[in-house]
């Protein structure tokens, strides 16, 4: 192998690699020696950072769960809340497009139910947060109900991700970012004003 292997730089190359397997060939026709090969690191090494298959599929999510949470609060910092919600949907929909092989394994692991026995927690933690932080935007905005305004505009962005990911070979994203993004702030103006 040569060399040592940073450990932020052995984690990330581990948790890449899974998200690659697990989406080419299933999360159980993957093992951790596949994993640990595709990373370049040892199995030893492997096991130091994840004791199972099972934590390094929770670790995945725990991820990207992560680096939501650090964009969402980034997006609330100098901001109007109307102009945090216009950045998040960009962050949205800029994640559809560049975290495709992530989404596609998160949509397989919530439709598997073993699987998704394994990341239930992890995922509830993310929808929880989420909600939360798009609830604030809305209360901030003075939209009332702004908790169940909150899941519908989750719910719309959930639907979208699923066409997009699983549904259509060629769907206009674009297209619909500009009019979902629009039709969220009239939402949010609507109800501003009721």
């Given amino acids: ?17 899974a ?12 093992t951790i020696e596949q994993i640990s090969q595709q990373a370049g690191v040892s199995k030893g090494l492997t096991y130091n ?11 995945l999510v725990e991820d990207a769960t992560s680096r939501m949470a650090s964009v ?4 609330s910092e100098g901001r109007s809340a109307s102009e945090s919600v216009a950045s998040f ?14 989404l596609k394994l998160q949509l397989t692991i919530l439709h598997t139910p073993e699987l998704r026995k394994i990341v239930d927690a992890a995922v509830k ?4 947060m989420l909600l939360k932080q798009v609830s604030r935007w809305m209360k901030d905005l003075g939209v009332e109900k702004s908790r169940d305004n909150a899941r519908i505009i ?9 066409h997009y990911l699983s549904i259509y070979d060629k769907y206009p994203l674009d ?14 103006r609507q109800h501003k004003d009721e």
Avoid: H
């Fill in 154 to 162: 989750l719910a719309m962005l959930d639907g979208v991700a699923l």
């Fill in 1 to 17: 192998m040569g060399g040592l292997v940073r450990p932020q730089t052995g984690r990330m190359k581990l948790l890449q690699a």
């Fill in 89 to 102: 949907l960009n962050v949205f929909f800029t994640f559809l497009k560049t975290e495709k092989t992530y």
């Fill in 49 to 59: 950072y994840f004791r199972s298959k099972e934590e390094l599929l929770i670790a």
């Fill in 125 to 128: 933690q993310r929808a929880e």
């Fill in 175 to 188: 297209a619909v970012q500009k009019q979902l993004t629009r039709n969220i702030l009239d939402l949010c």
């Fill in 19 to 30: 998200m690659t397997l697990f989406e080419a060939n299933g999360y159980f026709a993957t």
């Fill in 72 to 75: 969402s609060s980034e997006l």
